[in-house]
């Protein structure tokens, strides 16, 4: 079994910031790419940002320069620090991993959701 938990969600006021962990545990072989996504009240999910094992790093348009993602390969944890945090940034944010639990097997993974509410 393998389990992501994420951490770091709550409410902050516009131009704030904060940082989201989610660390992978359970019987992992190996992790390719760690990433979070997003959710707001009656869209779709989409992406924030993703990062793979060598640390290369891709953004979503709206939060580039606003927001860091990071890992620590030897954790199994991948965080996202959210500066200039804006009201549209509200969401359930889910922590995503590409992880090999056995040899050879490749699944995805996802965390519960953490909730980010940002007020005006």
């Known amino acids: 079994q393998v389990h992501l938990v994420e951490s770091g969600g709550g409410l902050v006021q516009a131009g704030g910031s904060l940082r989201l962990s989610c660390a992978a545990s359970?019987?992992?072989?190996?992790?390719?790419?760690m990433g979070w996504y997003r959710q707001a009240p009656r869209k779709e999910r989409e992406l924030v940002a993703t990062?793979?094992?060598?640390?290369?790093?891709n953004y979503a348009d709206s939060v580039k320069g606003r927001f860091t993602i990071s890992r620590d390969n030897a954790k199994n944890t991948v965080y996202l620090q959210m500066n200039s945090l804006k009201p549209e940034d509200t969401a359930v944010y889910y922590c995503?991993?590409?992880?090999?639990?056995?040899?050879?097997?490749?699944?995805?993974?996802w965390g519960q959701g953490t909730q980010v509410t940002v007020s005006s």
């Open positions: 995503h991993a590409e992880i090999c639990p056995v040899e050879g097997v490749w699944n995805d993974y």
């Open positions: 359970g019987s992992i072989y190996s992790i390719n790419v």
């Open positions: 990062i793979t094992k060598g640390r290369s790093t």
